[in-house]
Structure formats: C-alpha cells, structure tokens
C-alpha cells in the first residue's frame, strides 16, 4: 500500500515509487449519497392534478407505462397532464401531441364530484378528433390508497 524508503539487501537504497493504486473510498460515497438523494426526490417528483376517483371492483388493463391522461378536477377545469386547456383546445393539442404515435392510450380522469355530462363532453370531443384508445380510470372499491384501475375504452 505504501512505498519503503530504507535500504535494500544490497547497501542500495530504493528510489520512492508513487503508489499505483486508487482509493475508491470516496467515490463510493459519494454515490452512496446520490443514491438517498435520488431515493427521497424521486417521489416528490410525480405531481399531478389532485382529482378524487371514483370508486369501482374492476380490474385493471394492461396498459402502457406513461400513458397520456386528461383529468378534469372538481371545478371542472381540463388538464393534459399537468396543463390546463380549455375544451376547445382540448383536441388539437392531443393531435400535436401524439403526431407521432396515432394509437396513445388516453386516459381520461374525472372527479367523482363533477357532473357526469362534463365527463362525457370530454369524451365526446376526443371521439371526435379520432382518438380511439380513450378509457376512464377508477379507483378500487375498498381500497384506500390503491393505484388507479383502468376502465376499458372506446
């Protein structure tokens, strides 16, 4: 680990020799700490728009992992993601969005406290532009802290 400085057998003296070696000692540390870091942040990262589902004893689809959601909260706002838009900017932004991929999941989130017929207004104009894969989403009856259930859609 270290370098001798003293003689050798022969009345020499040894010249010193940096050490080869490399501690990795703090390096692990450091990425020690960037991992509870990242442990802790990660799920203050997952913001959304605070909808309260519905609750229903289907179970759940298949889906893709980042689905496309529109949510409508109890004021009857509409949100792409974490965006506000109004109904009627609610179809050309999706369009812009999934110009790339014409077959997104859209999930469609309703607060149980708003009127049914926002909920289908909703529906009505993604129907409209042509979005086929629209599918509610719901919550698990019983279940306090569930994870959203996918309802089948059109």
């Given at each position: 680990?270290?370098?001798?400085?003293?003689?050798?057998?022969?009345?020499?003296?040894?010249?010193?020799?940096?050490?080869?070696?490399?501690?990795?000692?703090?390096?692990?540390?450091?990425?020690?700490?960037?991992l509870v870091i990242f442990?802790?942040?990660?799920?203050?990262?997952?913001?959304?728009?605070?909808?309260?589902?519905?609750?229903?004893?289907?179970?759940?689809?298949?889906?893709?992992?980042?689905?496309?959601?529109?949510?409508?909260?109890?004021?009857?706002?509409?949100?792409?993601?974490?965006?506000?838009?109004?109904?009627?900017?609610?179809?050309?932004?999706?369009?812009?969005?999934?110009?790339?991929?014409?077959?997104?999941?859209?999930?469609?989130?309703?607060?149980?406290?708003?009127?049914?017929?926002?909920?289908?207004?909703?529906?009505?104009?993604?129907?409209?532009?042509?979005?086929?894969?629209?599918?509610?989403?719901?919550?698990?009856?019983?279940?306090?802290?569930?994870?959203?259930?996918?309802?089948?859609?059109?």
């Amino acid at each position: 680990m270290g370098a001798s400085i003293g003689a050798r057998k022969g009345g020499h003296s040894r010249r010193f020799r940096p050490m080869a070696e490399i501690n990795v000692t703090p390096m692990v540390d450091v990425m020690l700490v960037l991992l509870v870091i990242f442990m802790v942040t990660a799920p203050l990262m997952t913001a959304g728009v605070q909808v309260d589902l519905p609750k229903t004893s289907a179970t759940p689809l298949k889906g893709e992992d980042q689905p496309l959601s529109v949510s409508i909260d109890a004021h009857g706002k509409i949100w792409i993601q974490e965006t506000e838009v109004e109904l009627d900017q609610l179809a050309p932004r999706l369009q812009a969005i999934t110009a790339q991929k014409p077959d997104t999941r859209i999930f469609v989130r309703g607060d149980k406290a708003i009127d049914y017929g926002r909920v289908m207004d909703v529906m009505g104009t993604l129907g409209s532009a042509g979005f086929a894969k629209v599918a509610l989403v719901t919550e698990i009856k019983g279940a306090d802290s569930a994870k959203p259930v996918k309802k089948g859609g059109r």
